[in-house]
């Protein structure tokens, strides 16, 4: 597998294969994102997922794969602060706003800081169609986050203090994307990094949760909290998986924006799986939105 991800990497195979690992991305993110914020505190669900990623990831690691060597290790351990931060970040923010509202601004927030993170890195560019593209992506985005801030009743009043929360949850998108496009061009076999960046920043949360757990009077279900973990694991791999192989083979600024396109399956998770409200308006901004991912991916 990792000798046909080299072998496409810079060519139009790579290019079309990105896109639909981005996509994937998109789709998977937004499962996994409903997982964490749905009925069981956000802090022991990232946790329980963080478990799993851990247990199911390490056999692979030691086993299946080459293990890092050298300056290889420095880029798999960089990972563990920055996304511990984006980690605190997102159940901070769902433990106090809804998720069709947290959400779209997280993930809104990523796309331009990414394509400056690209331009500064790897020295990517956007042509002036695709930064309309961008454009477009973004308000539809935003919109979607105001609309729902003007209508969702739960939460209000922690309401605002989540969307900060959210806006600078959102630079941290960019800051790790960018950091593990960086990384995973820079372990000669991809999987090598795929596999430890599962274990390595994935041994922070379940302190935490376990932390919180012992405080906590009432506790979720353990089986419960497993089901969680083990599903929210085995997503992650095909979500956070997906959109690195797709740095790796093309464009950082094109994959990230493509993945933002989760928001458009929040939407309709929130909707269809979390009952919260959905409207002509809401689905003429997630129509805006996926208009503008097709923008820029035909606009490259």
């Given at each position: 597998?990792?000798?046909?991800?080299?072998?496409?990497?810079?060519?139009?195979?790579?290019?079309?294969?990105?896109?639909?690992?981005?996509?994937?991305?998109?789709?998977?993110?937004?499962?996994?994102?409903?997982?964490?914020?749905?009925?069981?505190?956000?802090?022991?669900?990232?946790?329980?997922?963080?478990?799993?990623?851990?247990?199911?990831?390490?056999?692979?690691?030691?086993?299946?794969?080459?293990?890092?060597?050298?300056?290889?290790?420095?880029?798999?351990?960089?990972?563990?602060?920055?996304?511990?931060?984006?980690?605190?970040?997102?159940?901070?923010?769902?433990?106090?706003?809804?998720?069709?509202?947290?959400?779209?601004?997280?993930?809104?927030?990523?796309?331009?800081?990414?394509?400056?993170?690209?331009?500064?890195?790897?020295?990517?560019?956007?042509?002036?169609?695709?930064?309309?593209?961008?454009?477009?992506?973004?308000?539809?985005?935003?919109?979607?986050?105001?609309?729902?801030?003007?209508?969702?009743?739960?939460?209000?009043?922690?309401?605002?203090?989540?969307?900060?929360?959210?806006?600078?949850?959102?630079?941290?998108?960019?800051?790790?994307?960018?950091?593990?496009?960086?990384?995973?061009?820079?372990?000669?076999?991809?999987?090598?990094?795929?596999?430890?960046?599962?274990?390595?920043?994935?041994?922070?949360?379940?302190?935490?949760?376990?932390?919180?757990?012992?405080?906590?009077?009432?506790?979720?279900?353990?089986?419960?909290?497993?089901?969680?973990?083990?599903?929210?694991?085995?997503?992650?791999?095909?979500?956070?998986?997906?959109v690195m192989l797709a740095t790796r083979l093309d464009k950082v600024g094109e994959a990230a924006v493509l993945r933002e396109t989760s928001t458009v399956f929040a939407a309709l998770i929130g909707w269809l799986v979390l009952r919260e409200t959905v409207g002509?308006?809401?689905?003429?901004?997630?129509?805006?939105?996926?208009?503008?991912?097709?923008?820029?991916?035909?606009?490259?």
């Amino acid at each position: 597998m990792s000798d046909w991800i080299l072998s496409i990497e810079g060519t139009p195979a790579g290019h079309t294969a990105a896109m639909i690992l981005a996509l994937t991305a998109a789709l998977l993110h937004a499962i996994f994102g409903s997982l964490q914020k749905g009925r069981i505190d956000p802090w022991l669900s990232r946790g329980a997922i963080d478990s799993a990623q851990v247990l199911l990831a390490l056999p692979l690691a030691l086993f299946l794969v080459p293990w890092p060597e050298g300056h290889e290790w420095l880029l798999v351990l960089g990972a563990l602060p920055i996304h511990f931060c984006y980690k605190v970040g997102m159940a901070l923010a769902y433990s106090r706003g809804a998720f069709t509202v947290v959400y779209p601004i997280v993930r809104g927030m990523g796309p331009v800081f990414t394509v400056i993170g690209a331009y500064l890195v790897f020295g990517e560019t956007f042509s002036l169609t695709q930064w309309l593209g961008v454009l477009a992506l973004m308000t539809g985005i935003f919109g979607l986050a105001v609309y729902n801030l003007k209508t969702i009743k739960v939460d209000r009043d922690t309401l605002v203090p989540a969307l900060w929360l959210a806006a600078g949850t959102g630079g941290l998108v960019a800051v790790y994307t960018t950091y593990d496009a960086f990384a995973i061009r820079g372990t000669p076999n991809p999987f090598t990094f795929l596999a430890w960046f599962f274990v390595v920043a994935s041994v922070d949360m379940p302190i935490v949760a376990a932390l919180r757990w012992r405080r906590m009077t009432d506790r979720p279900p353990l089986a419960r909290l497993v089901r969680l973990g083990v599903t929210g694991a085995i997503i992650a791999f095909g979500s956070f998986g997906s959109v690195m192989l797709a740095t790796r083979l093309d464009k950082v600024g094109e994959a990230a924006v493509l993945r933002e396109t989760s928001t458009v399956f929040a939407a309709l998770i929130g909707w269809l799986v979390l009952r919260e409200t959905v409207g002509p308006r809401r689905i003429a901004l997630m129509s805006l939105i996926a208009v503008g991912a097709v923008i820029v991916e035909l606009g490259g």
